[in-house]
C-alpha cells in the first residue's frame, strides 16, 4: 500500500447523531495514515498534506469538495 491513497467515506457529525460517535475509527485512521504515507481522503474533511507524500500527492490532482462528496479527477501517465 505504500505507493496507494485511501478514500474513506465517513461523515463524522452524522455518525455521531446516529450514535457511532467512534467512526472512523483512531487505529484505523492511523493505519492508514502509515501504510499510504499520509495519502487519506476522508469525504467530511478537506485533504491536508501532513508529509512529503502527501503533498507530491496533492500536487497532482484537483480536488472540488462539495458538503456530500469529494469529485477528483486525476491525470495517470
Do not use: C, I
Amino acid at each position: 500500500m505504500s505507493s496507494s491513497v485511501a478514500f474513506v467515506p465517513v461523515d463524522h457529525k452524522m455518525a455521531v447523531k446516529k450514535g457511532w460517535g467512534k467512526m472512523p475509527l483512531e487505529k484505523l485512521m492511523t493505519e492508514l495514515n502509515d501504510r499510504t504515507k499520509g495519502r487519506v481522503v476522508r469525504a467530511d474533511q478537506k485533504y491536508e498534506s501532513k508529509t512529503r507524500q502527501g503533498e507530491e500527492f496533492l500536487n497532482t490532482l484537483s480536488t472540488r469538495p462539495n458538503e456530500l462528496f469529494y469529485e477528483w479527477s486525476m491525470m495517470l501517465s
